[in-house]
């Protein structure tokens, strides 16, 4: 693991998130720490321009960060990076963001059903949708077992969840839902391909504990989808 680029500094704490497990249900506990602190000044965009992507999770608990997220995505657009945000949840439920600014340079805006309400302030997926249709490139939803929907710029469409009937653990099933829908993306799969696989690695998450454990490997990720999801990687 290449850590040349993460910042050291002594005058913070560095900022530790506990998570509460509740069934398909989970609440976090986070000491913000050095995240309080952390802002555009401190990105490296050499660094970043020898990147072909940026995903940027969890703006709501870096304030400083997000103060420049409108700015950051401008830079890594003009750099000619693709680009993703997932906004996960803001504890102060307060859910501002400079969309019409931020939105133009999102290419894949990634909330959760629940995030994309409270961000429009709208109570059904259909009208969030119609709120945001103007701004957004592409809008993907999850939706845990219900699985997930696109918009595309033209239709709304949905993606089954891949049925796990023994789930040991939902946490980071969301930012696995990411990984694989940015690993078809960043390769210019099509958008369907996109979807399945981020659906298939968010249920593949859910078969292990910690987020973490059922992508040990790529052979453990194949034997699972296989086994489990009866599915060919």
């Known amino acids: 693991m290449d850590c040349r680029h993460v910042i050291r500094d002594e005058r913070y704490p560095t900022g530790a998130t506990i998570v509460l497990n509740y069934g398909q249900d989970r609440a976090n506990i986070t000491f913000p720490g050095a995240m309080n602190h952390f802002g555009i000044n401190d990105i490296d965009f050499e660094f970043m321009s020898r990147a072909k992507h940026l995903h940027f999770s969890s703006c709501f608990i870096q304030p400083g960060m997000k103060k420049g997220l409108a700015e950051l995505f401008r830079k890594a657009k003009e750099m000619g990076l693709t ?15 400079p969309l019409e600014e931020l ?68 946490i980071g099933a969301g930012d696995s839902f990411n990984a694989g829908f940015l690993s078809e993306f960043v390769k210019k799969s099509s958008l369907t391909k996109c979807m399945e696989t981020g659906a298939l690695m968010g249920a593949i998450n859910t078969t292990r504990a910690g987020g973490t454990a059922a992508f040990e490997d790529y052979n453990t990720v194949r034997a699972i989808a296989k086994e489990r999801f009866n599915y060919n990687l």
């Open 83 to 97: 680009t993703s945000m997932d906004p996960q949840w803001d504890p102060e439920e307060k859910w501002e963001l």
């Open 103 to 170: 939105m133009p340079n999102v290419d894949v805006f990634m909330p959760n059903v629940v995030e994309l309400k409270n961000i429009t302030g709208v109570s059904s997926l259909e009208n969030a949708v119609k709120k945001l249709r103007n701004l957004a490139n592409l809008l993907v939803v999850k939706n845990g077992e219900e699985g997930a929907w696109l918009w595309d710029g033209q239709t709304l469409s949905h993606q089954p969840a891949f049925k796990n009937d023994q789930v040991i653990d939902c």
